[in-house]
């Protein structure tokens, strides 16, 4: 691995394995765009100007950067806007005409627009994986929960919609340089998950569990409890501060523009198997053997990992945690920035909207 905190050019589609990196892959013949062209080096693949953000709660849009300005109106919790720059703490935004500042601490940013090579796969949003001893949850399970997914002017594709707050999405940007740099990519399967959703699985799983032993045990089987895989009430993933993901062997991939910059797009890639399936809500997906707390950024480093998690479940989880995210000790692929979460303490979201709007842009 490259330790000095930049990628390699070289490797970003390097091909390997756990135990074998193998042959670096051919180089590939690269276009006069491109070559005109240049990475960014702000501590995101793309800036943030021509991004689409979203207020994670009601804010005041200010006429200046400064918190003692005039207000110029109050934005909503789940409104989109474009953000226009950053300057400080503050995002200069745009929003049919109306233009001010918003503290970007409570702002979620749509990650695709930011951090294009990760693979985004929202499957709540066209066919819930969620499941318990796997066995389907009656109308969770292979059902379109929410929408989330529409064209990007800024990527020219339709993609997803993956939110998280700000301050996470640089640490996200930290995991991922770290994967690429071995030929690997995160897959975000959820950021933000609207309150309605986190309800409906919540209660889906209490039934099938009332009616089915198994799946009760499978929740309920000591060390853990329904609680540790299915919050029936606001989570982290409403804040902001969580993601779902998993991890994936890199193919094959090219150099694309966006705007004057260059980033890279995975073209081919197959995804390690994990200890469950994604959304498996039972014991079967813990990450340790025991609960951790999971308020706390250090606590997980001295808990053993449970039998089940393998070489490739420990691979994602160093790369997750070396970009100063805590793992949940219940499921091997669920991720928290507790720093994010610290700074919107007494102020966070209740994910009480939904969030289908994408106003990107191309970088300037």
Not at 35 to 64: D, F, N
Not at 134 to 142: A, M, V, Y
Not at 300 to 321: G, I, P, R, V
Request: hydrophobic share 35%; aromatic share 10%.
């Amino acid at each position: 691995m490259n330790t000095s905190g930049q990628i390699d050019d070289s490797n970003y589609f390097h091909d390997s394995n756990e135990n074998d990196p193998g042959p670096a892959a051919p180089q590939q013949q690269v276009p006069p765009e491109i070559k005109a062209a240049k990475r960014y080096e702000g501590g995101l693949e793309l800036p943030v100007a021509g991004s689409t953000g979203y207020a994670s709660i009601s804010l005041q849009l200010m006429e200046s950067a400064d918190s003692g300005s005039r207000v110029l109106r109050a934005v909503e919790a789940g409104t989109a806007f474009e953000v226009i720059r950053e300057e400080g703490e503050w995002w200069l935004v745009n929003r049919e005409g109306f233009t001010g500042w918003l503290l970007h601490k409570y702002c979620l940013i749509n990650l695709p627009d930011v951090i294009p090579s990760i693979i985004y796969d929202n499957t709540n949003t066209y066919s819930s994986r969620f499941a318990s001893s796997g066995k389907e949850i009656p109308g969770i399970s292979n059902k379109s929960l929410y929408s989330g997914k529409t064209y990007n002017t800024r990527l020219d594709r339709e993609e997803y919609l993956m939110p998280v707050l700000y301050t996470m999405s640089k640490k996200i940007y930290e995991a991922q340089k770290l994967a690429l740099s071995e030929g690997n990519s995160l897959k975000i399967y959820e950021g933000f998950r609207p309150y309605s959703v986190q309800l409906a699985v919540g209660q889906g799983l209490t039934d099938l569990a009332n009616k089915d032993k198994t799946v009760m045990a499978g929740i309920n089987a000591p060390p853990w409890g329904i609680s540790w895989f299915i919050v029936k009430g606001v989570s982290n993933h409403q804040v902001g501060y969580a993601i779902d993901v998993g991890l994936v062997k890199v193919n094959e991939g090219k150099e694309i523009t966006v705007g004057p910059y260059t980033v890279p797009l995975i073209t081919d890639y197959l995804e390690y198997t994990m200890p469950s399936p994604i959304h498996e809500l039972s014991g079967a997906s813990a990450a340790f053997r025991t609960p951790v707390n999971s308020m706390s950024p250090t606590a997980w480093k001295n808990a053993a990992f449970a039998q089940t998690m393998n070489d490739s479940a420990k691979k994602l989880q160093f790369y997750c945690t070396e970009a100063k995210l805590t793992p949940l000790a219940s499921e091997w692929w669920h991720f928290n920035d507790l720093e994010a979460k610290d700074e919107v303490a007494g102020k966070a979201g209740n994910g009480k909207f939904a969030l289908t709007d994408c106003l990107s842009s191309l970088p300037g």
